[in-house]
Nanobody, 117 residues
Framework: QVQFVESGGGLVQPGGSLRLSCAAS????????MRWYRRAPGEQRELVAS???????NYADSVKGRFTISRDNAKNTVYLQMNSLKPEDTAVYYCIGGTATLNFGSWGQGTQVTVSS
């Protein structure tokens, strides 16, 4: 079993930055891919970024050039650095791990990110 706990969200002004953290417990080595998702009000859950054990990354078009995903296997932690935040980035952010084709476990409570002036 692998559990994921998100933290680091908050209220920021447009153009600001936040760094989200995702702490994993259990068999972290089995999560060859880690992914950040978000769900905005009235919207479906959206894949934001992913990273493999080897460090390969992918980003949604809406966040390319602004967000950076990273992974520290020694600390069982994944991060999402969010810069140049926009109001449309407002959402609950979730992390989850798995393989290239399957995520493990279930969705947690996520962490709220609110971008507003």
């Amino acid at each position: 079993q692998v559990q994921f706990v998100e933290s680091g969200g908050g209220l920021v002004q447009p153009g600001g930055s936040l760094r989200l953290s995702c702490a994993a417990s259990g068999s972290f080595s089995s999560t060859t891919f880690m992914r950040w998702y978000r769900r905005a009000p009235g919207e479906q859950r959206e894949l934001v970024a992913s990273i493999s054990t080897g460090g390969s990354t992918n980003y949604a078009d809406s966040v390319k050039g602004r967000f950076t995903i990273s992974r520290d296997n020694a600390k069982n932690t994944v991060y999402l650095q969010m810069n140049s935040l926009k109001p449309e980035d407002t959402a609950v952010y979730y992390c989850i791990g798995g393989t290239a084709t399957l995520n493990f476990g279930s969705w947690g409570q996520g962490t709220q990110v609110t971008v507003s002036s």
